[in-house]
């Protein structure tokens, strides 16, 4: 029964991680999604200076956009970190 309880406790510790990850990221998701585009007018008087558009309009045109997709793939490697960490991990299929 030791198993059974360690068990018991590892999954809920990871759990416990994974939605405190998820909120995380639920949090920042909202961030670049709303509130962001909720300042575009202030945020047009800052000028990129690279690239001479406003910041307001990068922000709703693009950036939001490349936020999210390096949310996914910094999601997807703490999830995986957290599962290696309790020991529930997918093993890769080319390793034997």
């Known amino acids: 029964m030791p198993d059974s309880a360690d068990l018991k406790q590892r999954e809920e510790a990871h759990w416990r991680k994974t939605t405190r ?56 490697k703490q999830q995986e970190n957290i599962d290696r960490e309790f020991g529930f991990a997918e093993e890769d299929e080319g390793s034997n």
Not at 28 to 57: A, E, Q, R, S, T
């Open 21 to 76: 990850l998820m909120l995380t990221h639920l949090v920042l998701w909202f961030f670049f999604g709303y509130v962001v585009h909720m300042f575009v007018v202030p945020l047009n008087k800052i000028i990129i200076p690279v690239l001479g558009f406003p910041l307001g309009f990068y922000m709703a045109a693009q950036g939001s956009l490349i936020a999210f997709v390096v949310m996914l793939f910094v999601f997807a």
